[in-house]
């Protein structure tokens, strides 16, 4: 079968399309999946770049899309023929945080989904959405379950209340859509005139540019007329956090996500403390919030936003072209 894999020095040029032996049969309390899509994340263009150690040979991608066709002894949660979407922490079903450690995370600490076959624990697999494909599906595992347990879950959005996502990536635009749904007002950034124009398209009520704008949060906070944003989809980081603080109520909530500009630097601590501002920060999410997130998807006929597609040949492409900042939402790879 074929597979990709990272070879050391980690680099886009150093991905290497390979033949693997067939998995084979799935062993007591495992499933083998035919996989057909993967997506795009920025942790798995972090291992794939280098930017993250990764073991040499590992095969890359966090989120899978696929149908069971075999089942091990013990398995009572899957069926042959069953579609089934991947988990980003394996061994998180239910309950409180694990320590945020990518050990058992597929596509880091362990082989991911670049691959057309693979026998794994049940356990890294939940039933996908009814009424998403393959490609749509694949989304779920890393951006899309970030999104949702960010505002629904950690969050609990209400209607009415005003959403901020920066950015156009994967992870913000599934904020955009959950938000929208849950009947919140969005506020989108960018750094991209034409990108805002598509977001408003796609539900924003108001977009700022983040380039043009140094002072977005501000800009934010001006725009609830002076009441500020309930929560903020914080995926720059500390190069963003400050903004993020002037652009929240008192009491709004600054959902830690991603590090795009940075792994540390100042907060402005006194302005979170007289906002009484809630930062918090998450990594993805347990299967349990992964179903609840699945079912509301299926109820409400929600499509992630699907930028670009590519073929697991082209994976080398596919980073290169998220590299570039060219995508609005998921890159897609069919497998
Ligand atoms: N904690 C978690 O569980 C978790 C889960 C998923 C992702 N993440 C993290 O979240 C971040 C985004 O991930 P992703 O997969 O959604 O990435 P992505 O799809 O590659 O999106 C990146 C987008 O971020 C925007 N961006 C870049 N610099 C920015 C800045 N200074 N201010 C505002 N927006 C900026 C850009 O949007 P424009 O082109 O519109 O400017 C860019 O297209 C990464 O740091 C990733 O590691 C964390």
Redesign the pocket.
């Known amino acids: 079968m074929k597979a990709v894999k990272v070879r050391n020095p980690a680099s886009l040029d150093s991905l290497e399309i390979v033949e693997l032996d067939d998995p084979g049969e799935p062993g007591p309390g495992e499933i083998r999946v035919r996989l057909h899509a993967s997506s795009?994340?920025?942790?798995d263009?972090?291992v794939v770049s280098g930017k993250i150690e990764t073991q040499d040979g590992r095969i890359p991608l966090s989120d899978g899309a696929g149908e069971v066709t075999a089942v091990g002894d013990g398995v009572t949660s899957f069926r042959p023929g069953d579609r089934v979407v991947s988990t980003?922490f394996p061994q998180w079903d239910d309950g409180d945080p694990p320590m945020?450690s990518f050990e058992q995370t597929p596509g880091d600490g362990i082989d991911g989904y670049a691959r057309e076959h693979v026998v794994k624990p049940a356990n890294a697999f939940v039933h996908a959405p009814e009424t998403l494909d393959y490609v749509e599906s694949a989304t779920l595992t890393?951006?899309g379950?970030?999104a949702w347990?960010a505002l629904v879950e950690d969050g609990k959005l209400k209607p009415g209340q005003t959403v901020l996502v920066?950015?156009?990536?994967?992870?913000?635009?599934f904020a955009l859509l959950f938000a929208k749904v849950a009947g919140a007002r969005v506020i989108a950034?960018?750094?991209?005139d034409e990108?805002?124009e598509k977001v408003r398209s796609l539900g924003a009520d108001h977009t700022i540019n983040?380039?043009s704008c140094e002072t977005w949060g501000d800009a934010a906070f001006d725009w609830t007329d002076g009441i500020g944003v309930d929560h903020v989809v914080e995926?720059?980081?500390p190069?963003?956090v400050n903004q993020s603080i002037a652009a929240i109520r008192p009491g709004g909530h600054i959902h830690?996500?991603?590090?795009?500009?940075g792994r540390s630097g100042e907060v402005q601590t006194a302005a979170l403390l007289k906002k009484m501002g809630r930062l918090q920060?998450?990594?993805?999410?347990s299967h349990a919030m992964m179903r609840r997130m699945i079912a509301a998807i299926d109820a409400n006929g929600i499509k992630p936003q699907i930028s670009d597609r590519f073929s697991l040949d082209d994976l080398a492409d596919a980073f290169r072209h998220?590299e570039s900042?060219g995508?609005?939402?998921?890159?897609a790879i069919e497998i």
């Open positions: 795009l994340n920025f942790h263009y972090a980003f945020g890393t951006a379950l970030t347990r920066q950015g156009t990536g994967g992870v913000s635009l950034t960018s750094s991209s990108k805002l983040y380039k995926v720059g980081g190069g963003t830690l996500i991603g590090v795009l500009t920060g998450l990594t993805v999410g998220e900042g995508h609005l939402g998921k890159i």
